[in-house]
């Protein structure tokens, strides 16, 4: 959707680009609460298996140590390898927040690049905490080191589209004079909600309140309510046009 200073606000965070076939795709890349949630999930998982191996490494003596500490660096650096090669993009972590890695112009994630940006983890985790890595996703937006040098990118997996009812939704006239490409706004955010889960159509729906007035507690049936008055009537005029009833 286009943006317009003083008027309506983006209604979505998306980023267009070609793929090498030329198609045109949407991404949506991750922000940093949603890549942090996920990590945190990854982390805990990798230290409960790492935790595992500990125990039952406790039994052999001084050898079983050492196998331990292998088997733990590679628990630790194959795992998101083996979950974003094998699982489509994504780890427990980030399946958990509806994450996904792919290359940066959308192509699935691939072997080289997924082996780069986790073995850059190294990078990314100094000096601790994840530093480097949290500064670099502030400054670019939504890339860590690793996904710099990788190529790739950390995107929203969008879920399954749904059917809205629209049968409950009483059309309403607006209120205030709004442009076409404004109202093309409210209507593509009805005719789009159902590819977007509750928490974000919610969300969208309250970037949109201010322009048009609406009450935080009465956001998203308005919002609804104004868009559909706004498509019945344009679905009028082009009827009326065509001379038809």
């Known amino acids: 959707m286009t943006q317009h200073a003083d008027t309506l606000p983006l209604v979505d965070t998306t980023v267009r680009m070609e793929t090498p076939e030329g198609v045109e795709i949407e991404l949506r890349p991750a922000g940093l609460f949603a890549r942090g949630m996920a990590l945190l999930i990854d982390l805990i998982i990798r230290f409960l298996a790492g935790g595992l191996v500990l125990f ?8 079983g140590m050492a196998v331990f500490f292998i088997i733990f660096f590679f628990v630790y650096w194959l795992y998101g390898v083996l979950f974003e090669v094998l699982n489509g993009g994504q780890t427990p972590g980030k399946k958990s927040q509806n994450l996904m890695v792919v290359h940066d112009d959308g192509s ?7 082996l780069i940006r986790n073995l850059l983890l190294v990078v990314d985790i100094w000096p601790g905490l994840y530093v480097v890595g949290t500064i670099c996703l502030l400054i670019t937006g939504n890339r860590r080191v690793g996904d710099l040098v990788a190529g790739t990118l950390v995107i929203y997996v969008d879920p399954a589209p749904l059917e809205i009812a629209r049968s409950d939704v009483s059309p309403k006239p ?3 004079p709004l442009r076409a490409d404004e109202q093309t706004e409210l209507v593509e955010f009805l005719e789009r909600e159902g590819s977007f889960s509750a928490e974000r159509r919610q969300e969208l729906a309250s970037i949109l309140a201010p322009a048009l007035h609406i009450a935080s507690t009465e956001v998203l049936p308005e919002v609804r ?3 559909q008055g706004i498509r019945g009537a344009h679905t009028s005029v082009a009827t009326s046009s065509d001379g038809k009833p």
């Open 56 to 63: 039952l490494a406790a039994y052999a003596g001084a050898s």
């Open 108 to 114: 699935p994630i691939r072997l080289p690049a997924s």
């Open 174 to 176: 607006l209120t205030l």
């Open 225 to 227: 309510a104004y868009a």
